[in-house]
């Protein structure tokens, strides 16, 4: 089954409606997959993200999301994550953060638990459940906000950027989780990424470029 069926999108910012940030581009990323997006800076990654979960609208084509075409329903089966974790927390302390997505599902208490403490475990930092979210680094942010995402069991995770700030031992270690959840999970995972160590890693490398993606 595809996770994302991209068709001919076009979209541009009302700001600058002129310039065309994607322009026709037609993508086809299957479930399961360990997918990179990467190119220059300002190519329409980020935009492209936004518009794989919903947030944003395809002024032109269409965006299916595991036959999905709702927004409402392609927010639920995907998590974004961005490069800057601050703009996503809602809650002061770690477990309290990590729980907030769970929470939404109206599932029991004891299974808001389990998820929490499984996301912390996988990312190895049960360890910061107690702290508040403004005593973390950077990368210690970039992690919790990553658990928040897996609490949830979305069947995609797309990563704008997110493990940008992770030193390389603890980088290496979340790209080991990431592959073990696409194999054994199935997870679909789409990375936007510069960083070569995560290109090296994917399965499929796509290359954005003036608005358009083709498979490296």
């Given at each position: ?93 770690v477990e309290r953060d990590v729980a907030f997505g769970p929470e939404n599902l109206c599932l029991e208490q004891k299974e808001i638990r389990e998820r929490v403490d499984l996301a ?97």
């Open positions: 089954m595809k996770a994302f069926e991209i068709k001919n999108i076009s979209y541009s910012y009302p700001s600058y409606p002129q310039k065309k940030i994607l322009d026709k581009l037609s993508v086809d990323i299957n479930e399961g997959s360990f997918v990179c997006i990467t190119g220059s800076v300002g190519c329409g990654k980020s935009t492209l993200s936004l518009l794989l979960n919903g947030l944003l609208k395809a002024q032109e084509g269409t965006v299916s999301v595991f036959g999905c075409t709702d927004e409402r329903e392609m927010k639920k089966l995907v998590q974004l994550v961005f490069q800057d974790p601050d703009n996503s927390f809602i809650s002061e302390t912390l475990k996988t990312l190895g930092i049960e360890g910061l459940s107690k702290r508040r979210i403004t005593t973390l680094s950077g990368g210690q942010k970039q992690l919790v906000s990553l658990a928040g995402a897996l609490a949830v069991r979305p069947k995609a995770l797309v990563l704008d950027e997110a493990l940008s700030m992770l030193d390389e031992k603890t980088h290496e270690r979340v790209l080991s989780v990431l592959n073990k959840l696409c194999k054994e999970e199935g997870l679909t995972v789409v990375l936007i990424t510069h960083r070569a160590s995560e290109i090296k890693t994917a399965g499929e490398v796509y290359l954005m470029k003036e608005g358009k993606c083709s498979k490296m």
